[in-house]
């Protein structure tokens, strides 16, 4: 081995270790060390957004369809009744389910629910 | 130098081995400190990698013949982009090139992470580690690219085939495609580790996915295209081994992307989305094994290597362990909907999934089956062309027709009204096209008559999605026409993406149906001086011609060529002798015409000491809509893979509602 190889090869070792081993040089003795993770109430909260995010984008597909010409009026209806069910079934458990305080999201991060479901 | 890049690819192994058993215990533990460390490690082992590629790229740069693998794939006369491109034309340089794209796209992956893939990369770090651990592991004790011997005055050069400019981007494109795959079969198996087999993980690598799959999908033209101007036998697609290996992993990865939507929307197919990512991945394997070990005759297998076993193994260990964590699963994975009805979108979208599968599978089956006749026999028996057109056909006209038909039903039920409101026109104008082209002669090749009724229903289709979405948003507000039809695209990428994929698609199946079932061929050995004829051309021998090149001597024939009695200009066909590679290569001579499509193709098969030539001439109609098609493939999937802010700012929205926020 040559000894710029030698060279680069001591410092890619070096450089490695170090970077691996940062998250413990750079907080030695944290307050937590938990990885997050969604506790259970969380996670139904999440399967619930899903249901609730699915059916609207349905809905709003639906509406699309029919607004082109894809669906007749007699298959919107029929699909439309049960999408808003599954909308307002999964609105009604989220809100059973919440029961402390949720932070509302700021401007850039988020929309409310009901801007979201305009074509 | 060969020691750096020998003891970067050790530090490679060490830091992937470190990322799967640190991530693995990370992951178990919920310890935070330690997850991020594992990833890191994947991050830094796209650093010593990187340093290991440059060390062989600057080998082959300086024709260092101590480098083995230096001297056994260039030679000095190689010109520059060529010895470049010899990084991935061996079977080493090309599994370290594997392992660059994996690490890089690891760290990649476990760098861009957001909050709420957290829980899920701490789970797809040891999963990747495993895999970058594996390849690392192939390239320090296998098949090393860093050994060395006593440099000899020239290298042995590179195959005279593989000396072509699609060479320099074929195999790094089809590789993008091969390694993508690996990302969502990470999250698959993170999702199925960790328990966590919400959307989340369907999220997070909806991206990759896309992006792996137009890379093999592009990699597979390119290399189709290769084979048409480079290999010299007239055609681009021969159901060769390795094209079929990578043709595999793209189908299972076409219906993974169709079968997502469905449970996206419905909530339906968890279970066979899983085993699709699951099987695209190990057909990616499948692929290289099959390029790298030498396993089958193949004009693409280059090389044979120890890495056979290593290979088979390694596929048998993904599958073994990705099936055990299905099975393990299962209650979390069952759908809480059903199929309403066998007339709706996702059942469309469910028989398109079937019939690519089913024909992935039977395309397995041909590859294989040489190797399983010879277990079982004693002698290997090859499938050949006609095995793979007539599945082509009985399972690839359905998937056409389906593709029109799909964006016509509704989710959920579809009503017969509305079929028959949503069909009449594309079905007329399929119908109208069918007969027009019978009355023109196009009857003569039934599956291709086919393929063109089939094609027309689905041009039609997306048409009238394009128009009537565009009307629908004009009639919601916006200002203009090209307003509407950017909004409608913008406010829809993946749907409206997937119709030009879908365009492109149809104008892949046009330009092989016209190229296979309507060409036309002519043969003829001519001495200076005389013609033949094919069709409405008119070739005429003018004269041999010899010239020096960097590395080889090529020997062309010149033809002037007619059409109906129009000149059309010249055209060269002949031989490429390469001198230090001592091996001979056709050079074909190929005239495009622009506005029909359609190829003239000439092969100079055999040049004689008295100057005559044995001709062999193709008149390949439509042919030139394959490459095109390309271009289109290209252009949907950047707008499917674009991103979308309404999306982003959706799941941004949805993390925040359960206190997650989704900043990185």
Redesign the interface.
């Known amino acids: 081995m040559t000894a710029v190889a030698l060279a680069i090869a001591v410092f890619l070792a070096v450089a490695v270790v170090v970077y691996v081993a940062l998250p413990f040089l750079r907080e030695p003795e944290p307050e937590s060390d938990a990885l997050v993770e969604l506790d259970e109430r969380e996670r139904r909260r999440l399967e619930l957004l899903e249901r609730r995010d699915r059916a609207l984008a349905a809905l709003k597909e639906v509406e699309f369809d029919h607004r082109t010409g894809a669906l007749t009026d007699e298959d919107y209806r029929s699909l439309v009744g049960p999408l808003r069910r599954d909308v307002a079934s999964a609105l009604q458990a989220l809100e059973e389910i919440t029961t402390e305080d949720v932070p509302r999201p700021p401007e850039e991060e988020g929309q409310p629910v009901r801007a979201r479901t305009s074509t | 130098?060969p020691?750096?890049g020998s003891?970067?690819l050790l530090?490679t192994f060490g830091?992937s081995l470190?990322a799967l058993g640190a991530g693995w215990a990370?992951?178990a533990q919920?310890?935070?400190?330690?997850?991020?460390?594992a990833q890191?490690?994947l991050?830094?082992a796209f650093?010593?990698t990187l340093?290991a590629s440059v060390v062989l790229l600057v080998a082959l740069l300086r024709n260092d013949f101590s480098f083995t693998y230096v001297a056994k794939t260039t030679s000095r006369a190689l010109p520059t982009p060529y010895t470049i491109s010899a990084f991935w034309g061996g079977q080493e340089g090309s599994l370290l090139l594997w392992l660059l794209v994996l690490t890089g796209f690891a760290a990649f992956a476990v760098a861009t992470k957001r909050?709420w893939e957290?829980?899920l990369v701490?789970w797809v770090t040891p999963v990747l580690g495993a895999i970058c651990a594996f390849f690392a592991f192939l390239l320090v004790a296998v098949a090393s690219p860093f050994a060395t011997q006593v440099a000899p005055a020239d290298g042995a050069g590179m195959t005279p085939s593989l000396q072509n400019p699609y060479m320099l981007a074929h195999p790094p494109t089809l590789y993008l495609g091969y390694v993508g795959l690996a990302i969502p079969f990470a999250f698959a198996l993170a999702a199925l580790l960790s328990g966590r087999t919400?959307?989340r993980w369907l999220v997070a690598t909806r991206r990759w996915t896309l992006f792996a799959w137009a890379a093999l999908g592009v990699g597979q033209l390119l290399g189709a295209h290769w084979a048409y101007v480079e290999v010299g036998w007239g055609g681009y697609y021969a159901w060769d081994p390795v094209e079929n290996a990578a043709l595999m992993p793209w189908l299972a990865a076409t219906a993974f992307l169709h079968s997502v939507m469905i449970q996206?929307?419905?909530?339906m197919l968890r279970i066979w989305n899983v085993l699709l990512v699951i099987l695209a991945f190990s057909l990616s394997l499948f692929g290289t094994f099959l390029t790298r070990s030498g396993v089958v005759n193949s004009i693409h297998s280059f090389t044979q290597g120890a890495i056979g076993p290593w290979f088979l193994g390694f596929i048998v260990l993904v599958v073994a362990v990705s099936l055990a964590l299905v099975f393990w699963r299962l209650p979390l994975l069952r759908s809480p909907t059903k199929l309403e009805s066998v007339v709706s979108r996702e059942a469309a979208f469910l028989y398109n999934n079937l019939l690519l599968l089913a024909l992935c599978l039977t395309i397995l089956w041909g590859v294989v089956y040489p190797l399983v006749s010879e277990a079982l026999r004693g002698e290997a028996v090859v499938l050949g062309r006609e095995y793979y057109d007539f599945f082509l056909r009985v399972f690839g006209l359905p998937l056409l027709l389906l593709m029109g038909i799909g964006p016509?039903v509704?989710?959920?039920?579809?009503?017969l009204?509305?079929l028959v409101?949503?069909f009449r026109w594309p079905t007329l104008v399929a119908l109208a096209s069918g007969v027009i082209l019978l009355a023109l002669g196009a009857g003569s090749s039934i599956p291709g008559l086919v393929a063109y009724t089939f094609s027309a229903f689905v041009a039609t289709t997306i048409v009238l999605?394009f128009v009537?979405?565009t009307?629908?948003r004009k009639?919601?507000g916006a200002t203009s026409w090209p307003g509407a039809f950017a909004s409608l695209v913008a406010r829809n990428r993946r749907r409206y993406g997937g119709y030009v994929v879908h365009a492109a698609i149809v104008l892949l199946a046009i330009g092989i149906a016209g190229s296979s079932a309507f060409d036309s061929v002519a043969e003829a050995r001519l001495a200076p001086g005389e013609s033949m004829t094919i069709g409405a051309y008119t070739l005429t021998y003018r004269s041999l011609e010899e010239r020096q090149t960097q590395n080889a001597t090529e020997q062309r024939a010149v033809l002037d060529v007619q059409r109906g009695g129009r000149e059309l200009g010249t055209l060269e066909a002949g031989k490429n002798a390469y001198t230090v590679e001592a091996q001979v290569s056709n050079e074909v001579g190929i005239r495009s015409d622009p506005l029909t499509g359609e190829d003239l193709f000439v092969i100079a098969e055999q040049i004689d000491p008295d100057g005559s030539v044995q001709f062999r001439v193709f008149v390949k109609p439509l042919v030139n809509l394959i490459w095109i098609a390309g271009g289109v493939f290209v252009l949907g999937s950047v707008i499917a893979l674009w991103p979308d802010a309404r999306e982003q700012?959706?799941l941004?929205?949805?993390a925040?509602?359960?206190?997650?926020?989704?900043a990185r």
């Open positions: 130098m020691e750096l003891a970067a530090v830091l470190y990370a992951a919920g310890k935070r400190r330690l997850a991020q460390s890191n490690a991050v830094a650093g010593t340093v909050r957290r829980e701490a919400d959307e996206e929307k419905r909530g016509l509704a989710w959920r039920r579809a009503s009204r509305s409101t949503t999605e009537r979405g009307r629908a009639a919601l700012r959706r941004a929205a949805r925040y509602e359960i206190g997650v926020p989704a």
